[in-house]
């Protein structure tokens, strides 16, 4: 792995890039309330460059808007916000017309699925399972498993909208779709995830952007800025973007522990990380 360099500041780097790809939980939130230090950073950010929130969320972008807007997250912030329920839905769009699924996750996603040519049934006569989190934010992933084996049992595909296996609702560790499609690929099971670190994802975002700002976009002018280095970091690398690394995040218990040596941390993470911070600070 390189030498990534700590950051006391993104000002220090700030003037290197002109699109900042922001992840939100663990960065901007946690999904309680906003850092105030993030927001600071993200209001001299948008003075000169573009800031684009990519979210793993597994809903649509006005979705996740609304829910930003209730912990006091506004527009003003950002210039646009893309997430995974935004590609997944522009795929099924375009390649399971008129096809009946089964919704494995909460009905607070189900405008994932909302005005496409699907059909919601059950599991018994779907011809695939959309998969977008746990049906209780207090479920074990354990509590899937006997689901997940009549599932495999039909060989049906499953769609995973969220590759995040966890997040942190403030102090208090949530399963993700993500969780239970490796619990599903574990059993044999086939899976297509959509959202970071995929490349379907980033292909996506970059069709939005060069039809929004009628340019080429420079890779090099890019800073991908996010907790997880499973899917933020790595997504980067996969993207051939430099990154800054949050690790007061997702992997907050892990860093705590190896706080003083970096090397030791990501070690076997299989990701290169170019700067770090312990939580995002201008």
Same mark, same amino acid.
């Given at each position: 792995? /390189?030498?990534? +360099?700590?950051?006391?500041?993104?000002?220090? *780097?700030?003037?290197?890039?002109?699109?900042?790809?922001?992840?939100?939980?663990?960065? *901007?939130? @946690?999904?309680? =309330?906003?850092?105030?230090?993030?927001?600071?950073?993200? #209001?001299? *950010? #948008?003075?000169?460059?573009?800031?684009?929130?990519?979210?793993?969320?597994?809903?649509?972008?006005? &979705?996740?808007?609304?829910?930003?807007? #209730?912990?006091?997250?506004?527009?003003?912030?950002?210039?646009?916000?893309?997430?995974?329920?935004? +590609?997944?839905?522009?795929?099924? $769009?375009?390649?399971?017309?008129?096809?009946?699924?089964?919704? !494995?996750?909460?009905?607070?996603?189900?405008?994932? %699925?909302?005005?496409?040519? !699907?059909?919601?049934?059950?599991?018994?006569?779907?011809? %695939?399972?959309?998969?977008?989190?746990? /049906?209780?934010?207090? &479920?074990?992933? #354990?509590?899937?498993?006997?689901?997940?084996?009549?599932?495999?049992?039909?060989?049906?595909?499953?769609?995973?909208? @969220?590759? &995040?296996?966890?997040?942190?609702?403030?102090? +208090?560790?949530?399963?993700?779709?993500?969780?239970?499609?490796?619990?599903?690929?574990?059993?044999?099971?086939?899976? =297509?995830?959509?959202?970071?670190?995929?490349?379907?994802?980033?292909?996506?975002?970059?069709?939005?952007?060069?039809?929004?700002?009628?340019?080429?976009?420079?890779? /090099?002018? *890019?800073?991908?800025?996010?907790?997880?280095?499973?899917?933020?970091?790595?997504?980067?690398?996969?993207?051939?973007? $430099?990154?800054?690394?949050?690790?007061?995040?997702?992997?907050?218990?892990?860093?705590? @522990?190896?706080?003083? /040596?970096?090397?030791?941390?990501?070690? @076997?993470?299989?990701?290169?990380?170019?700067?770090?911070?312990?939580?995002?600070?201008?």
């Amino acid at each position: 792995m /390189n030498n990534p +360099v700590f950051l006391r500041g993104l000002n220090k *780097i700030y003037s290197s890039f002109d699109i900042f790809f922001f992840d939100l939980w663990g960065v *901007i939130h @946690n999904g309680v =309330q906003c850092y105030s230090e993030a927001l600071k950073a993200l #209001k001299n *950010i #948008k003075k000169n460059k573009k800031i684009i929130l990519i979210s793993n969320a597994p809903r649509p972008n006005y &979705d996740v808007q609304k829910f930003l807007k #209730k912990i006091n997250f506004s527009k003003s912030f950002y210039h646009l916000l893309i997430t995974s329920g935004d +590609v997944t839905r522009s795929y099924l $769009k375009n390649n399971y017309k008129n096809k009946s699924f089964y919704h !494995l996750g909460p009905k607070r996603d189900e405008s994932l %699925f909302s005005n496409l040519s !699907l059909k919601k049934t059950s599991l018994n006569k779907a011809d %695939f399972v959309i998969c977008t989190g746990v /049906n209780n934010n207090k &479920d074990s992933i #354990k509590k899937y498993y006997p689901i997940l084996k009549k599932i495999n049992n039909r060989k049906l595909k499953m769609i995973c909208a @969220n590759p &995040d296996l966890i997040v942190h609702r403030g102090n +208090v560790v949530e399963y993700c779709a993500g969780s239970i499609a490796k619990l599903y690929e574990n059993m044999g099971g086939k899976v =297509q995830y959509f959202g970071k670190p995929y490349k379907y994802f980033y292909e996506y975002i970059f069709k939005i952007l060069k039809k929004k700002y009628k340019k080429k976009i420079k890779k /090099n002018k *890019i800073l991908a800025i996010g907790d997880n280095l499973n899917t933020d970091i790595l997504g980067a690398n996969n993207l051939n973007v $430099k990154n800054l690394f949050i690790a007061g995040g997702i992997h907050k218990s892990e860093w705590n @522990n190896h706080s003083t /040596n970096l090397a030791k941390f990501v070690f @076997n993470k299989n990701c290169k990380i170019n700067y770090f911070q312990n939580e995002l600070t201008w």
